[in-house]
DNA sequence: CGCGCCTTTGAAGGAGCTCAATTTAGGTGG
DNA sequence: CCACCTAAATTGAGCTCCTTCAAAGGCGCG
């Protein structure tokens, strides 16, 4: 029984001790802005590590909330479904980016967060980052500007859906994900894709053949080389472009 | 010179004694929760209201931050805009919404929002309210569903974009405007458009022609009467079962 | 009352979708 | 270590829904 044995696995390993202070992705995180003092009180909220397998779902649609998570290390998609099987992902997070902002609202999760790869998260108590943010001004501001930043990405996927054809879109998918990468010291041109084509088109408004045939063509054009999941950037200039460009 | 004289009158109108405490919104708003002494700690900071009239900007993009705003009556619409001249409206507002909430992590406002009849609101000076909710737990609360609630909204605004055919999206948004008016004491079935069929367009990522040829068979099918701006819902099933179809 | 903006409606065209077949890669068990 | 198997990706052909372009009608505001 696999399944079980994997699960076992997961629980022995699942509380380990950990610290934002050690951690080098706090820049990108919820300690950005704190001082020593106030870092060593965040890390005693974030007692708890949590290691993920691929395809395992950090939490489900109706799930209650009571935690925000921290990628520590790997990659994650989040998505909504409709009853008639229609999937909409919301977005792909990597190290350092939050997850479960959705559920403060509801106290229960609306989307679902699955690991497109082995990840490894630190799972932050609510109701005590609340407290703790009530004394630590920098924490309380900190959190806000990143719920903000989550709207206003969210704003850009809707110009993304509402506006722009498949080209720009999946452009715009591209140099996105190369700065991101870029911002943690990975290459800028070389990277690869976590993510199916299926889920690049639902994050995108497109279907999967669509992305693919997009690919292809900018590959002919010389903007990308692209073999399966492996993405070089061959001219970001030209990817620039192809996003201002009406018609 | 039409416009300086407006000016000046709204100046003259700009600071107006008013309080949450007598507003029949603050159900829907910031003081939701609060009992009547924070009431009135919040009330000391809600201090001025502003009239606006149509299509007056109360920010623009790049306008810096230090305020978030209710709206106490009128109706708002945001959008974003790109160089070549696409525009993405991300929402519409009404009585009891908040408009701002994306000024806070860059500390200057990254889109636009623009009263689309004459409207009044309350300004929250933004670190005041941050002061205020590290004393006032309720508050401090709520302020953190009312921004989970907007990431789920757009979330909602990703799943019309990226997945549903027009129809699906016209339904879903008379739909959602029903609901809301409704939620206000307004009639579910009989209400005013504030916006023109381009701006639903851009928030639903479809032309205006499109818009208004999906109106147009709405009504031939018995789903709504619809003269201009004037919307009467005649049967809600049907448009919620326009919405669960796939093709 | 006239002008401009908004809306409606028609006809033709195209971007992306659907359906289908083939290739490739990655994981599994013998 | 290889052969198998399944999931993912690629590519083609035809179709559909929405867009584009165009013209006419209606409403509201000065």
Redesign the interface.
Known sequence: MPLQNAQRKVSSLALVKTACSNCNLREFCLPYGLDPEELERLDSLVSNRRRMKRGEHLYRVGDPFDAIFAIRSGFFKTD?L???????V?GFQMGGELLG??????EQH??NAIALEDSDICAIPFSQM?SL???I?SL??HF?????????R??G???L???MRAEERLAAFLLNLSQRFTARGYSHAEFFLRMTREEIG????LKLETVSRTFSRFQEEGHIAVQQKHIRILNVNGLKALM???S
């Open positions: 909504v409709i009853e008639d099987g229609r999937e909409q919301t902002l959705d559920g403060i609202c509801t609306t989307c609340e943010s009530r004394e001004h309380q501001h806000h500007k990143v719920m903000s930043r989550e709207i206003v969210d704003h996927v809707m110009m859906l509402g506006t639902s994050y995108l408004g201002n460009h009406r």
